[in-house]
């Protein structure tokens, strides 16, 4: 045993608890230690503390066990320090809570007791690591400690504390704590001598929360105080995450106002609880929302700020409702209101989504009268375009033109190359196009050239196109030729004919390749054209005569189609003559129309420029027409019938001599016939024998028939 | 909810017919609701437009109140029928 314990060494003094009054008194009265142990069934069990038993008691008062009992204090509490043993620092936390520390021999035996301070005193003595009892205490506090003395000075701090505010135990002992920590706050602690909690300081080397806790003495005077600092990275998460809570809430608040002009959750009493920040101007009659909050909506529906209220419709109804509701200044907001439920099943909150429809009204209106307005004008334009439709369409009802049109649709399914025969005025383009649109290539374009209209150097650039600087005064980008620009459509070659025999070459190559070669190209270009010629000529005879290509002639006879003159279906006549008449009509507003014996005037004319002619004369008499019916007399002014018997006959252009012949023969005969209906009087006006009338019209009519 | 154009109810009263169904085209001419007004009076309603009913907001036997939404409907933005 250590000698200085042996020195403070108190014997054991004890009496049993059991034993009379008179003993205890006796036993009491013979102990001059100021503890005294008590041992029941010969165990030692407890102890008191003499001087708090005679100070509350009085020394000399009659002590009974019952009152004893009150102020034993168990021996279980008390340390027992045994030699040899390592000491922890638990133990000496026991030891600064009892009076005294129990000494048990090696033989594990009580040999005496030392008081507290005996005890410490020993401890802090020996050279032991454990026993820096601060020092262990503090730094096993995972928070920063730092005491401060009266003069507001650091006299001691932990590990945590230094590393949290980035120092050394050199550096700031004995320094000023207001030099560290918030001198305000460390004022504030000492002159109100109140706990500061939760002070956030943050300084360029460290960020800190600290509690300023003063030490108070038993005159509850400050005399220091004890700083606590935790780190703040902790704290800085936390704020984090509030700083996270309310970004979600922005970014919330965003998104609901882009979804909806206004949000509003209410109660179910129909408390506004809170809002969105944006909300509809105008409709609740406040400048900021802020100022319902608390109030109950359902109440603005009683004062007539607008009806109906659509949280009192969700409460009543307990499902969601939307409604229209209308402010006497004629605002109407969409509100969609929403109750959620707890888990009882009665309203919890009701969420009211709402939107400011009155623009969207007005435009929707808006536009159902465009859309009134753009159908009306769609059915004019409509009625405008059959107009068109009608003015190009083809008209008839001749048996030998319902041959040709019915010819006309069943090729127009095919790309093959047609040839469309007829005179002048016949309505050759007509029936190109009519092939056209009722052909696969409708939606295509169609281009229409006249071979005889243009040069023939012209022409070829116009057919084929050319390269930039083909030749002076092309355009420097170069041209696609009309092959190129009606690729996957048609083109129609009118009065094919006239083709001067070197295109006609080119064109050939066309057909047979399928691709064009542009002036000043070497390269060819492949197009997907179908091609519908067209000639007033006698091709065959032109191909005899050697002016047009033979196998150009065949190439482009795949699917002749004759269309014959007017002279050849009178039929026709009344009806086209009606037809134009009445799209003068319909232009020029007025009314004319034709007299039975005029168009029966009309029919037995022999209409050499064909439809084009009679549409001319149509126009020439209902410009010149005094009266709105236009008699036989006055059309055969314009026609001429008398005169034309004297007048000697006009050619226009240069044709082969026989074909002239043939065609004016052809013309006489198929005039005089008409007129007079038989052989005999048409040879008597022709001056040649009936014979010869009758052969000649005979022949005339085989050849119609073809 | 989108910028659909929607059903609103004309008048007071309790919905005695729904015509139609979600998810179904309604067109111009069609009858959508029958609403038996305060007054004892079967007010029909319909709407002249045509499109795609995406919402029944009602059910037979409910009290409406006139503004209320009946139906919510995507309109067809090319007119269907014709006069």
């Known amino acids: ?706 | 909810m989108g910028y659909d154009e929607m059903i609103t109810s004309p008048c007071d009263g309790v919905i005695e017919q729904i015509c139609v169904q979600e998810n179904c085209r309604i067109y111009e001419w069609d009858s959508l609701f029958k609403i038996r007004t305060s007054d004892g009076d079967l007010e029909t309603v319909s709407l002249g437009l045509s499109g795609l009913l995406r919402s029944l907001e009602v059910y037979v036997g409910e009290e409406v109140i006139s503004g209320m939404v009946l139906a919510y409907i995507a309109e067809d933005l090319v007119v269907s029928g014709s006069d």
Request: hydrophobic share 40%; with cysteine.
């Open chain 1, 1 to 706: 045993m250590n000698h200085t314990i042996a020195d403070k060494l108190s014997p054991i003094t004890c009496f049993s608890i059991n034993s009379t009054n008179v003993e205890i008194q006796e036993h009491l009265s013979t102990i001059n230690q100021p503890f005294v142990f008590l041992t029941k069934d010969d165990e030692l069990y407890a102890y008191i503390y003499l001087d708090d038993l005679y100070r509350s008691r009085g020394k000399g008062s009659e002590l009974t066990a019952s009152i004893l009992e009150d102020y034993v204090i168990p021996i279980s509490n008390v340390g027992e320090w045994k030699q040899g043993k390592p000491i922890s620092l638990p133990f000496i936390f026991q030891v600064l809570g009892e009076h005294i520390t129990l000494i048990k021999n090696e033989e594990d035996e009580f040999i005496g007791y030392i008081r507290r301070e005996d005890a410490l005193v020993e401890l802090f003595r020996q050279d032991n690591q454990n026993i820096n009892l601060l020092k262990v205490m503090l730094s096993s506090i995972p928070m920063g400690v730092f005491v401060i003395d009266s003069d507001k000075k650091i006299v001691n701090c932990n590990e945590s504390g230094l590393k949290m505010i980035k120092s050394t135990y050199q550096q700031i002992i004995n320094l000023p704590a207001g030099e560290t920590f918030n001198q305000a706050d460390i004022d504030k602690a000492f002159s109100t001598g109140e706990t500061l909690l939760n002070q956030i300081h943050i300084t360029d080397d460290m960020g800190v929360l600290v509690d300023y806790s003063p030490i108070l003495n038993e005159k509850k005077q400050v005399d220091g105080m004890i700083i606590i600092v935790q780190d703040l990275p902790m704290v800085e998460e936390m704020a984090m995450e509030i700083e996270y809570v309310k970004d979600l809430n922005t970014d919330l608040n965003a998104i609901l106002a882009t979804m909806y002009d206004e949000i509003l959750v209410v109660n179910k009493n129909g408390e506004l609880l809170r809002h969105s920040e944006k909300f509809i101007p105008d409709f609740w009659g406040v400048d900021d929302l802020e100022e319902l909050v608390g109030k109950n909506l359902m109440e603005f529906e009683e004062k007539g700020v607008f009806s109906p209220s659509v949280a009192r419709l969700a409460r009543d109804k307990k499902k969601k409702v939307s409604v229209v509701q209308q402010t006497p200044s004629g605002k109407s907001v969409l509100a969609v209101a929403n109750p959620i439920f707890n888990e009882d099943g009665e309203i919890h909150r009701i969420i009211i989504a709402s939107r400011d429809i009155t623009e969207t009204k007005k435009l929707k209106s808006e536009l159902r009268e465009t859309k009134r307005l753009s159908k009306n004008y769609k059915e004019e334009l409509e009625k405008l375009k059959s107009k068109d439709d009608f003015a190009n369409k083809i008209i008839y009802c001749s048996s030998k033109m319902e041959q040709v049109i019915n010819r006309t649709k069943k090729l127009s399914d095919f790309d093959s190359t047609v040839l469309i025969l007829g005179e002048s005025g016949v309505g050759k383009e007509l029936i190109a196009n009519t092939i056209h649109l009722e052909g696969n290539r409708s939606e295509k374009p169609f281009l229409t050239i006249n071979c005889g209209a243009i040069p023939e150097d012209l022409l070829e650039s116009e057919l084929f196109g050319y390269t930039k600087g083909a030749f002076t005064g092309a355009d420097a980008k170069g041209k696609v030729g009309y092959f190129g620009q009606a690729d996957q459509g048609v083109l129609f070659l009118d009065e094919i004919s006239e083709l001067p025999s070197r295109l006609q070459v080119k064109l050939l190559r066309v057909l047979q390749e399928k691709e064009v070669t542009p002036v000043g190209s070497t390269k060819s270009i492949p197009v997907d054209v179908q091609i519908i010629a067209a000639t007033n000529r006698n091709l065959e005879k032109m191909v005899e005569d050697g002016t047009f290509r033979e196998d150009l002639f065949y190439r482009i006879n795949v699917i002749p189609i004759q269309v014959p003159p007017l002279r050849e279906r009178p039929e026709d006549v009344p009806l086209l003559a009606f037809n134009f008449i009445q799209q003068l009509n319909e232009k020029y507003e007025k009314n004319y129309h034709l007299s039975p014996e005029a168009l029966n005037l009309l029919e037995v004319y022999d209409w050499p420029g064909n439809i084009r002619e009679l549409q001319n004369l149509i126009e020439r008499l209902v410009v010149t027409a005094d009266d709105n019916v236009i008699s036989a007399e006055f059309v055969n002014q314009s026609l001429r019938f008398g005169e034309s018997k004297k007048v000697k006959p006009m050619i226009t252009g240069i044709l082969p001599l026989q074909e002239a012949r043939e065609h004016l023969e052809e013309q006489l005969i198929l005039l005089a016939m008409k007129k007079y209906k038989t052989t005999t009087k048409a040879a008597k006006a022709l001056d040649i024998s009936q014979s010869a009338v009758s052969r000649k019209y005979q022949k005339i009519l085989q050849k119609q028939e073809k």
